[in-house]
């Protein structure tokens, strides 16, 4: 029995990871399997945004902000860098002994990796002028930035031409360069042309890394430092944590997955545009994060999964009753209010899955009361 | 009067005829805040909602035909829609946010979202995605100024939101309820123990609060189209200005939302396309936010240990 409960976590995840690989084989439903790949890119972007407004207790509302910039950063990896050395994507499909599924990856991880990181680094410049204060000040910052980063995308026809004639003088190839990256971008029309490289596997096999890399950050010495800052950050203080580094590394973390979760949505949408990374979005996330639960990664999970499911069902079962599709988003927010009402904390506020938590933590919580 | 002169006056008023339905609705936003420190993100769409309930109740009064000259026609529809959206505003925080008060600052955010969400969607659902315009409740004019056109919209809109603003100062500054607001702001603890119902004070700051967007509503309504999303972008704009202005600070947010007012007019006059006001009004409050964070008003907030 000990055997099976030490390796009760290994087990559930390569089983969740084998079903990813193997249920598309078994011609399951396209939309279904569409679905479920949102189900795991949300559960990325929920437990990233949990990680500060939940463990960290700050509000930051504009986590689709650094989605869309690892969706753009990805996606041009994938259409205008990588072909030029590697060929198309495609092409790579008919590599031998690794299969198709697995091929995919060649282009799929490298872009991942690479929009995580550029948009870790936006997290970093953002992170510096934001945590001078407490409070609501990081709101409406990443609010701000949420605005600013969309704009931008959808001016970036007019940006990169400018850009464009400033360096002209310098380097006319590089100047071309600008103007045709800043095409690709394609201002308001978004852009387009990358392969469907992101599938059940790949996602699943992304959360599983995401969550895994979370719970450990957060159960680290350096995570138990995220979590005093939430619950006095005075206190902390006191005790040496450098509390505005912790604030720094935790919001560079949490963008970094954001980040994540964009790359593979560019790849499954296989079109981006600059529309679907408003602020409806960031409050799409911040309603998964708030409806699991803050400061929980089962929370998140289950958050992510009930909302966007629950969506879908709507979806199907509101013209059912004769009513316009409207409905849904009036349905979906009563719920969530009700929900509020009677559960501040959300589904699982502040507790965790006991398979998430390290062994040394699971005896503290047993001796411990239980949270109000 | 030469060309660049007529062109700077000409945005100038339309900047202030912006502006002042910012400022009315930041108003909103700040008070909440001042009292609650929540941030009442439903408040956009309580504005959007104001439009709708002064549309109908201009377009009921119109069909009775009661020969009313357009002036007591003009004010009962102000009356109305502030009635109705100052009691919405009330059952809202009576029943979503009231029972949060003890609970994380952030569900009470969360739930705000949420109903704001539901009173897009269901406006929608019930009357629509056709654009409407209030119709016309005095007559209209556009006069020629050697050169500066100013129609009476301009006028009425600019001159009603200065009276309620100064009569809203007046309200804080003078009042009992008034001064229990700013009592109840500058100490949650102590002021309930001095005998002021603070409920009851919570509920005429929703109340004052989603009533002066009504009068937002309603000239925002006559001057241009409403529907259903529209609370979303101007609820934003809103929102910064009473951030610009300092927020919790009643003058400041009157100030912030002329400064907006100005940014989203002077955008399109310096820069190739009115798409980059987002950019440039957001850029200057991430700016003003690193140099001053409390605002242009507002005090910077001492935590005690």
């Not at chain 2, 009276?163 to 009042?175: A, E, H, N, P, Q």
Request: charged letters at 10%.
């Amino acid at each position: 029995m000990t055997l099976l409960k030490t390796w009760q976590m290994p087990i559930i995840l390569g089983m969740v990871l084998l079903l990813a690989l193997f249920l598309p084989q078994m011609q399951l439903n396209l939309y279904v399997q569409m679905v479920l790949m949102y189900v795991g890119i949300n559960i990325i972007l929920t437990a990233s945004l949990n990680l500060v407004n939940g463990y960290m207790g700050e509000f930051s509302v504009g986590h689709a902000a650094f989605m869309a910039i690892g969706a753009y950063a990805s996606s041009i990896l994938t259409v205008l860098i990588l072909p030029r050395r590697w060929g198309p994507a495609e092409a790579l499909r008919v590599l031998p002994v690794i299969g198709p599924e697995l091929a995919n990856g060649v282009y799929l991880v490298p872009a991942v990796l690479v929009g995580g990181a550029i948009a870790a680094v936006a997290g970093l410049v953002l992170a510096f002028p934001s945590f001078k204060t407490r409070g609501d000040y990081l709101a409406i910052v990443t609010l701000a930035f949420n605005m600013i980063v969309k704009s931008l995308l959808e001016n970036s026809g007019d940006i990169g031409g400018l850009v464009a004639r400033l360096i002209a003088p310098l380097s006319t190839s590089l100047s071309a360069d600008v103007l045709r990256l800043s095409d690709a971008v394609g201002g308001p029309r978004g852009l387009l042309g990358m392969s469907k490289l992101t599938s059940l596997f790949w996602v699943y096999l992304w959360v599983i890394v995401s969550l895994f890399a979370m719970r450990n950050f957060i159960f680290s010495n350096f995570g138990r430092g995220v979590v005093s800052i939430r619950e006095d950050e005075t206190a902390a203080g006191l005790v040496s944590v450098n509390t505005r580094q912790v604030k720094v590394l935790t919001f560079v973390i949490s963008s970094f997955f954001a980040g994540v979760a964009g790359g593979l949505f560019a790849h499954v949408l296989q079109f981006i545009n600059p529309r679907s990374f408003t602020i409806l979005k960031s409050t799409d996330i911040l309603v998964m994060v708030y409806l699991g639960g803050i400061g929980s990664l089962m929370g998140s999970i289950l958050g992510a999964a009930v909302f966007t499911i629950l969506l879908e069902v709507l979806r199907e079962v509101i013209p059912l009753v004769g009513l316009s599709e409207v409905w849904r988003w009036v349905v979906g927010p009563l719920l969530l209010v009700t929900l509020m009402i009677f559960r501040p904390r959300g589904i699982m506020g502040l507790r965790e899955f006991k398979g998430f938590l390290p062994k040394e933590e699971e005896v503290k919580l047993e001796a411990a009361p239980a949270p109000p | 009067m030469p060309q660049p002169v007529t062109t700077l006056v000409q945005q100038t008023l339309n900047a202030l005829q912006v502006g002042s339905v910012y400022a009315l609705i930041a108003l909103g936003y700040t008070m909440v805040y001042g009292i609650l420190t929540m941030i009442n993100f439903a408040h956009g769409d309580i504005f959007m909602v104001s439009t709708y309930l002064g549309f109908f109740a201009a377009a009921w009064l119109l069909g009775l035909a009661l020969n009313m000259p357009l002036l007591v026609i003009f004010l009962s529809t102000l009356l109305l829609a502030m009635i109705g959206t100052a009691t919405l505003a009330v059952i809202i925080e009576r029943v979503a946010y009231k029972p949060l008060r003890q609970a994380p600052r952030i569900s009470a955010v969360i739930t705000a979202l949420g109903v704001g969400i539901f009173l897009e969607n269901f406006t929608l659902a019930v009357i629509g995605p056709e654009p409407r315009t209030i119709p016309p409740l005095f007559p209209l004019v556009n006069l020629n100024l050697s050169g500066v056109f100013v129609s009476t919209i301009q006028i009425v809109i600019i001159g009603v939101s200065v009276i309620v603003m100064i009569i809203l100062d007046t309200i804080v500054r003078r009042s009992m309820t008034g001064m229990a607001m700013r009592a109840i702001s500058f100490d949650k603890t102590i002021v309930p123990l001095m005998g002021v119902p603070v409920d009851r004070i919570i509920s005429a700051t929703f109340a004052l609060g989603s009533a002066i967007a009504a009068v937002g509503g309603i000239l925002y309504g006559m001057a241009y189209q409403l529907d259903p999303y529209m609370g979303i972008r101007i609820g934003w704009w809103a929102f910064i200005s009473a951030v610009v202005g300092g927020i919790g600070n009643i003058r400041g947010a009157m100030i912030g939302g002329y400064i907006l007012g100005f940014v989203e007019i002077f955008t399109p006059v310096f820069l190739p396309s009115s798409t980059y006001r987002d950019f440039v009004a957001f850029s200057l409050l991430l700016l003003l936010l690193v140099f001053r964070p409390t605002g242009i008003l507002g005090r910077p907030i001492v935590q005690k240990v």
